[in-house]
Every structure is written in structure tokens, then in C-alpha cells.
Nanobody, 124 residues
Framework: QVQLVESGGGLVQPGGSLRLSCAAS????????MGWFRQIPGEEREFVAA???????YYTDSVKGRFTISRSNAKNTIYLQMDTLKPEDTAVYYC??????????????????WGQGTQVTVSS
């Protein structure tokens, strides 16, 4: 059983930056596809970024060039560096662990384990 704990959310002005962390325990993050998703109340959980065991990374189009997903094997932790934040990035951000094939890494139903989420609010 893998436990995931997100941190690093908060309130930031448009154009600002945040770095989210997802600490894993009970399993090795580098042996899973690790993904970041976000969710607004009343809407479905949306794919943001993923990093596979090969270290290849994938992003939804709206965050390409602004967000960077990375992994520290030594700390068993996944990060999401978010730059040039926009009000539409406001959501609860979740990290998840999956063994999905490449074609399914954007599907939240393919993730076995989830963290509790961290709120990101982009507002002036």
C-alpha cells in the first residue's frame, strides 16, 4: 500500500510560482507512473502531468512550458514546479501512482493510489 502526501499549495498572484511536493511511503515512486491531476468542485479530475519509470514526462497542453514534473529517487518524492501561474490554474492538486500503459496515463481511473490533495489558488 503506497501512501502519498502532497504539500506546497497556497495563494499566489497571477504570474507567480509554486512548487508542489508529493512524498511517497510504503512503496518506491520510481517504480510507478506518477501523475499530477487537478480538480475544481463539481468537475472531473483533470490530468496535468506525469512522469514514467523511464523518466519520460507528459503534460496537458494548457501547462506545457509553464509546469515541470520531476522526481527525486533519494527522497522518494515527486515535484510539480508551476511557473507563470494563471487564475485558471486554481484547483485542488492531487498526485497519484499508477502502472498504466502510456495510452492511459491521462485517465485518473487508472491510478491506484492518491494523496489527500493540496489547494492552489491563483488570485490578485
Amino acid at each position: 500500500q503506497v501512501q502519498l502526501v502532497e504539500s506546497g499549495g497556497g495563494l499566489v498572484q497571477p504570474g507567480g510560482s509554486l512548487r508542489l511536493s508529493c512524498a511517497a511511503s510504503g512503496g518506491t515512486a520510481s517504480t510507478y507512473t506518477m501523475g499530477w491531476f487537478r480538480q475544481i468542485p463539481g468537475e472531473e479530475r483533470e490530468f496535468v502531468a506525469a512522469i514514467r519509470t523511464s523518466s519520460h514526462t507528459y503534460y496537458t497542453d494548457s501547462v506545457k512550458g509553464r509546469f515541470t514534473i520531476s522526481r527525486s529517487n533519494a527522497k522518494n518524492t515527486i515535484y510539480l514546479q508551476m511557473d507563470t501561474l494563471k487564475p485558471e490554474d486554481t484547483a485542488v492538486y492531487y498526485c497519484g501512482a499508477s502502472r498504466a500503459v502510456l495510452s492511459s496515463i491521462r485517465d485518473p481511473s487508472m491510478y491506484y493510489y492518491w494523496g489527500q490533495g493540496t489547494q492552489v489558488t491563483v488570485s490578485s
